[in-house]
């Protein structure tokens, strides 16, 4: 069974920062490309970051560039964000995704991906 479990949301005072991590299982976990992608209350899902395979460029958009850093463990089969600097813009719904190969969807608002978590909330307070 596929499964894709998100966890580390929670509330955090601007400023502040967390780690998100995303635990896959059921695929090819070192095949995959994985994007996080978030959605806020009355806003269109975005994408946030995608992490190809090792030796690719993350992609990060462009309002979390400097802030946000992307990692995968293949070994753990887990993917990381690391968030930091937050603000009340970045408070939504953090949902990751998978993309088998070859990528066209990880990078944009993730239609397309091939399996998706139920998401994690974070919250950032001013």
């Known amino acids: 069974e596929v499964q894709l479990v998100e966890s580390g949301g929670g509330l955090v005072q601007a400023g502040g920062s967390l780690r998100l991590s995303c635990a896959a299982d059921g695929f090819s976990f070192d095949d995959y490309a994985i994007g996080w992608f978030r959605q806020a209350p009355g806003k269109e899902r975005e994408g946030v970051s995608c992490?190809?395979?090792?030796?690719?460029?993350?992609y990060y958009t462009d309002s979390v560039k400097g802030r946000f850093t992307i990692s995968r463990d293949n070994a753990k089969k887990t993917v990381y964000l690391d968030m930091n600097n937050l603000n009340p813009e970045d408070t939504a719904v953090y949902y990751c995704a998978a993309e088998r190969p070859p990528f066209y969807y990880c990078v944009g608002s993730g239609s397309g991906m091939d399996y998706w978590g139920k998401g994690t909330l974070v919250t950032v307070s001013s």
């Open positions: 992490i190809e395979t090792a030796d690719r460029r993350p």
